[in-house]
């Protein structure tokens, strides 16, 4: 009777409107800031193009291998982490609970991130840019003396930004400014995740794509400054010899498997809310190169830029060197150019040697310049900031990068919220007939109300913290156990007939090696190569004191044993999950005194769709 | 006559040369930089330049209130280089062979210093006077830091986004639960006209029993 209304095949599950929205979410989720900031810099200090062999190494027995099995299970199974691994098993229903988590604790600090991004970018609309000038001191004689001692752009973001305290124990006060622009970031979160996907699905089309086009402009505008080409070449100029070094191939793993975002628990949220007959292989393969093809896309600007600044540096120290010569010598003006500074100084050395040692010229040497790489804020706060001072028409090219690195966080928030979001909305913490956007208004208005503490002044040295100990080690867990729980819990055979079904094709002999043998063991390898290094010498951090003798070098700091004891805890909390939920089952099981199996002989979605 | 003139002359001459000496007392080193300025526009320093510059000095002197007889020949330049700079000191007008205090001379400089880079299109970092040091301008602020009204726009137009999903939420919402309620009653009065066997207004009864809900599509169904 075609009167009544056709019955959906899915459970009343949101989905995705067009396959499109689906791949660009889950490519907006793993290119994030670390492809602008942490790509370019380790590859220029491994040796430049001599990176790009471990990195794709462990792209293609790491990366690959990890996204398909997330974006297949999520198809698959139709749930959030939570709810896939307690399907799977009870007993690793504790991998998807530690997904949870670490989505959790990355949300709080990343989102502070991007009220840094917000700050520097309501800034960027006055004239001069306010990090380019120095305030006065009280009395108008001077500048502010902890600006004059280090750089304009350094104050700016040590003090007027962070407002920073010289310890981690001075926790100072809370930013009011700060408050205000997180405020803001996570209204933001909240108007494009109030509905779930249904929003960010439409958000996703700004925030995923507009990265690429302010890219390609900064590109084209890079590749035109004078210095871009030594600063690319600096970049890419491969060197074989740190191939020699483990630390390179631990370093390329580990951004490889943070770079896509996995473990989060956030990509199968994503791949839940696909229609079941779906290609979960291409979609994988083609997120993983696009993602690998961003991160090389993004710094060749980045290193132009950053010829540029180291250029203008060098040439600046030229001409200081040259002044002074020239105040001293009483030699007309414009007598000694860039060009013949070395043979005049030849010169004037062999001739008045005291003089010129009176002087106390500096040494200008443009590798020195090169030299100085950042990573992290440092390259987007400092060295950027700068590099874009001496740009013509400098308002728009901040506005412009700001509003690039807003975008690439916020889709990549997207992502980790839709790992707390889909679990919670699951496991029905609020009743079904509450609308889904006061769910959502209460994880962001928690996430707010925590994440005030990374306002304080010492809120930056906990970023740092979050960051090295809850947003890495059990990351590494997380994605080892759920290699080995889809691969000898679920069994490879029936995971292989599940995305045959799915993709329509037979299973790769490619992915039953990596699923089976290489990747739990890159992982192991990886893990244990980790915390080895990490363990070689005490945590400790830099701080900003201005009144450290070395000022305006940073002061290398040993944490505090209470500080040690949080880091260890963000580390463990999540991959104590794993044994602990495996234990409560355990415990259940025998008080109930069933036999306890493994694997319940239920019939997944996937299968069961097929007879 | 003319002895007593050449001798008094070269008294002038050599009182100058020791008044006037680097590093002599009450005596400043001015540094110009006419190249870095003005670049293509630049001038040569001769000595016109020399004589603007005596009598930039002299207006300075007299402007500044107890120097009101100074003239331009008690302003004395020497040492001209081809950077350029020299040295320069003021005589007393009313004293012979003696300088004016540097304080002095500082402090009238420092009070036309913009009147004297204007006469020349330099600024404080081209005409340099190097023992008197500028007092920097303040950095002007409007009264509103920028980044306020920025953040407010940016604020408003989130606001603005958020209220609107919500209303429409909740407009969907209602209008879910009126189609539910509606689909409801409607099933409602099946089920009455169901349970009582007995056709109802609803029914046809020409044609027998008919269920309201499936009756959409007549044609379906067969007369009897």
Redesign the interface.
């Known amino acids: ?3 009544t209304p056709e019955i959906p095949k899915e459970d009343g599950r949101p989905k995705w409107d067009n396959k499109f929205q689906y791949i660009l979410s889950c490519i907006g989720f793993a290119v994030g800031l670390g492809n602008v900031w942490r790509f370019p810099y380790l590859c220029q200090t491994h040796g430049g193009g001599a990176f790009l062999i471990p990195y794709f190494i462990a792209l293609l027995f790491e990366g690959i291998p990890l996204l398909h099995l997330e974006l297949a299970l999520g198809q698959c199974l139709r749930k959030g982490s939570i709810g896939a691994w307690n399907t799977i098993s009870p007993y690793l229903g504790g991998v998807g609970v530690g997904s949870w988590v670490v989505s959790v604790l990355v949300s709080l600090y990343y989102n502070t991130v991007l009220t840094w991004v ?2 520097y970018f ?2 960027s ?2 004239e001069p840019l306010p990090w380019s ?1 120095c ?2 001191n009280e009395n ?4 502010n003396e902890e600006c004059y001692e280090s750089t304009a752009v350094n104050y700016f973001w040590y003090r007027k930004t962070l407002n920073i305290t010289p310890d981690i124990a001075e926790s100072g006060t809370l930013q009011w400014w700060l408050i ?2 997180l405020a ?1 970031c996570w ?2 979160v ?2 494009c995740t ?2 779930g996907i249904e ?1 960010t699905g439409k958000a996703i089309y700004v925030t995923a794509i507009f990265p690429y086009l302010v890219l390609t402009i900064f590109l084209v505008q890079g590749l035109t400054l004078p210095g871009a080409i030594d600063g690319l070449i600096y970049l890419f100029t491969p060197n074989l010899n740190t191939l020699k070094n483990p630390r390179v191939w631990l370093d390329a793993a580990t951004q490889i498997f943070f770079s896509l975002s996995l473990a989060f628990g956030g990509l199968i949220a994503f791949a839940s809310y696909n229609p079941t007959k779906n290609d979960c292989e291409k979609d994988a393969v083609t997120v993983a190169i696009v993602n690998s093809m961003t991160s090389l896309y993004a710094s060749i600007p980045v290193f132009s830029v950053l010829g540029f600044k180291a250029t203008t540096a060098y040439w600046d120290c030229l001409d200081r060197n040259i002044i002074s010569i ?2 001293k010598f ?5 007598s000694i150019m860039r060009q013949n500074y070395t043979s005049w100084i030849s010169f004037l050395n062999s001739s008045y040697p005291e003089k010129i040692a009176g002087l106390k010229l500096k040494s200008c040497n443009l590798q020195e310049f090169l030299d100085q790489s950042v990573s992290g804020t440092g390259l987007a706060f400092i060295v950027f900031t700068q590099a874009i001072i001496l740009m013509p028409g400098s308002q728009a090219w901040a506005i412009l990068f700001f509003i690039m690195l807003f975008s690439l966080g916020l889709s990549s928030m997207f992502g980790n919220i839709e790992g707390v979001f889909t679990p919670l909305l699951e496991l029905q913490i609020i009743p079904k007939s509450a ?1 889904k ?1 006061l769910l959502s208004g209460i994880i962001c208005l928690i996430s707010f109300l925590i994440a005030l503490c990374f306002t304080l002044g010492s809120g930056s040295y906990w970023i740092d913290i979050f960051d090295r100990y809850a947003g890495s080690v059990p990351l590494l867990v997380i994605a080892f156990f759920e290699v080995i729980g889809v691969a000898y819990v679920y069994k490879i055979k029936r995971f292989s007939k599940d995305v045959e079904w799915m993709t329509g094709r037979k299973l790769n002999l490619y992915w039953h090696i990596t699923w089976r043998f290489i990747s739990p063991l890159l992982l192991l390898t990886v893990f244990m190569a980790f915390v080895t290094l990490q363990m070689q010498k005490p945590p400790s951090y830099t701080a900003w004191n201005p009144k450290y003798e070395g000022f305006p070098m940073k002061e290398e700091k040993v944490y505090p044993p209470w500080v040690q004891a949080i880091c260890v805890l963000l580390a463990a909390l999540p991959c104590v999950c794993v044994p602990l939920v495996a234990l409560f089952h355990l415990v259940k099981q025998k008080g109930r005194s069933k036999d306890p199996s493994f694997v319940p002989p239920e019939v997944f979605p996937c299968q069961g769709a097929n007879s | 006559m003319l002895r007593a003139l050449l001798l008094a002359l070269s008294v002038v001459a050599i009182a100058h040369a020791e008044l006037c000496k680097p590093d002599a007392q009450n005596a400043f080193k001015v540094r110009i930089s006419i190249k870095t300025a003005l670049g293509d526009n630049a001038y040569a320093w001769d000595a016109n330049e020399e004589y603007l510059f005596k009598a930039m000095v002299a207006f300075a002197m007299r402007r500044y209130s107890s120097r009101s007889t100074t003239q331009i020949s008690n302003v004395l330049l020497c040492n001209v280089t081809d950077r350029v700079s020299f040295w320069f000191v003021v005589t007393d007008s009313s004293k012979n062979v003696t300088t004016v205090p540097g304080s002095e001379v500082e402090a009238a400089i420092r009070m036309n210093r913009n009147r004297i880079n204007s006469a020349f299109l330099l600024s404080d970092k081209t005409l340099q006077f190097l023992k008197i040091t500028s007092t920097l301008s303040p950095p002007v602020e409007p009264s509103t830091p920028v980044w306020l009204i920025v953040f407010g726009v940016v604020l408003c137009l989130i606001v603005a986004g958020i209220v609107f999903l919500i209303v429409s939420g909740i407009q969907k919402h209602k209008k879910k639960n009126k189609e539910s309620t509606e689909r409801e009653n409607l099933e409602e009065k099946v089920e009455v006209t169901l349970e009582n066997g007995i056709p109802c207004e609803a029914l046809d009864l020409k044609a027998g029993h008919i269920n309201g809900v499936f009756a959409a599509d007549d044609e379906r169904f067969t007369s009897l």
Do not use: H, K
């Open positions: 009777l075609s009167a917000m700050w309501i800034n609309f006055q000038v305030p006065l108008r004689t001077g500048f205000l622009c803001a209204a933001i909240y108007l109030i509905r929003t020239i105040n009483d030699l007309p003006e414009e609308p956007e």
